[in-house]
């Protein structure tokens, strides 16, 4: 009998879904907008083309030149053509600014830019339902003298009771997710996203790239058995941990079911009717045992990334890590709601009169998630 279950796991995006490579791109000097396409620029290509006189000034002063040129402005309109050699992808859509430096968030991708889905972005989701769904079985609560002073270790004495006390005894080492196959560029599109808060759309308007609804991820998950067997106890996992594992659709779905709620709740006060329809429609999916909804990548929120509602049902406890790790921004009364705002992607509507207005849409990141147990 083997001693590990493999699934094909199928990732489907119900909204756009943004998983950041860390680089910013630039309006002229990374990419072009024309004819309602974002362009990605290839700019040794582009500056390979460009005429150089063989005479050592003329080359100096083309470099000059070239030096004060944002890229972009070095196409012709017959270069914006399917197929050119100068540009290394196009996308549908348009950031919302066209100033020269506007900053476009890149989608991650591989070295022949194309976005995939990286492994570690849903193991880590993963990571946090079984978190909420262990502190749950065990009826745990909030102690603020388990709390590390730096933020960025706050709940380690936490995560060590949950999962073990080092990365070598670690619950989450029998869980082995790999990364999707790459999809094509013609994948991606343009998000603006925006916070809404209080009142209406606010703050800063965010433009990234992301992975179109409707699209789907392929990849494996491997739960690793092995580490469970009584050889193999030197580990000393979790003595649960393999039924825990087991039981990840069925963990995802009561912990998706529960941020649904809360997340329904909020927006239904803010009377925005077309994420409350759409909230509604998860909350109302019927899936199936190997189905769960999950949100993933950018933008989803304090919740989607701790132990969320457990942290909640204690208002002093939640009021002191507040306090002491400064999360709220902004004014404050104690008491108030937490988080107080969503980030959510944003459509435009063109009136009768030529006016464009801002539409908030769902949030990014939600996705189907699919399990299918591997036969031999």
Excluded at 177 to 182: A, Q
Excluded at 196 to 225: C, N, W, Y
Excluded at 286 to 305: A, D, I
Excluded at 338 to 349: C, D, Y
């Amino acid at each position: 009998m083997a001693e590990y279950t493999l699934y094909d796991v199928t990732v489907s995006t119900l909204t756009p879904l943004h998983i950041g490579s860390g680089v910013e791109l630039l309006h002229e000097y990374d990419y072009a907008i024309h004819g309602g396409r974002t362009w990605r620029i290839d700019e040794m290509a582009l500056l390979d083309a460009q005429e150089v006189d063989t005479q050592a000034d003329n080359a100096l002063a083309l470099a000059e030149r070239l030096a004060r040129t944002p890229p972009a402005q070095l196409l012709r309109p017959s270069d914006f053509r399917d197929g050119s050699p100068f540009f290394r992808y196009v996308i549908q859509g348009t950031p919302r600014s066209n100033a020269e430096g506007a900053q476009l968030r890149a989608q991650i991708k591989d070295a022949y830019d194309r976005p995939y889905l990286p492994g570690s972005s849903l193991k880590g989701a993963l990571r946090t339902v079984l978190a909420w769904s262990i502190w749950r079985e065990r009826n745990l609560s909030p102690d603020p003298a388990l709390l590390q002073r730096r933020r960025e270790w706050a709940a380690s004495n936490y995560e060590k009771a949950l999962f073990g006390r080092d990365p070598n005894h670690d619950l989450l080492r029998a869980l082995q997710v790999g990364d999707s196959r790459p999809l094509d560029a013609a994948a991606m599109m343009i998000a603006n996203v925006r916070v809404q808060g209080r009142g209406d759309l606010s703050g800063a308007p965010i433009e990234v790239e992301a992975v179109r609804p409707d699209t789907t991820f392929h990849l494996s998950l491997k739960i690793d058995r092995a580490l469970f067997t009584q050889w193999a106890r030197r580990a000393e996992l979790p003595v649960a941990g393999e039924r825990w594992l087991a039981r990840l659709p069925r963990l995802a779905q009561e912990h998706t079911r529960a941020r649904l709620q809360r997340e329904l709740a909020w927006f239904q006060q803010k009377k925005t009717t077309a994420i409350v329809q759409f909230y509604q429609q998860l909350a109302g999916a019927r899936l199936g045992p190997n189905r769960f909804l999950l949100q993933l990548g950018w933008g989803t929120g304090w919740e989607s990334k701790t132990f969320g509602s457990h942290l909640q049902a204690n208002g002093d406890f939640m009021e002191r890590i507040l306090r002491d790790y400064r999360l709220a921004r902004g004014r404050r009364e104690a008491g108030d709601p937490f988080p107080k705002s969503r980030r959510v992607a944003v459509g435009f509507r063109r009136s009768p009169d030529g006016r464009i207005s801002e539409q908030a849409a769902p949030p990014l990141g939600w996705c189907l998630v699919e399990m299918k147990e591997r036969t031999p």
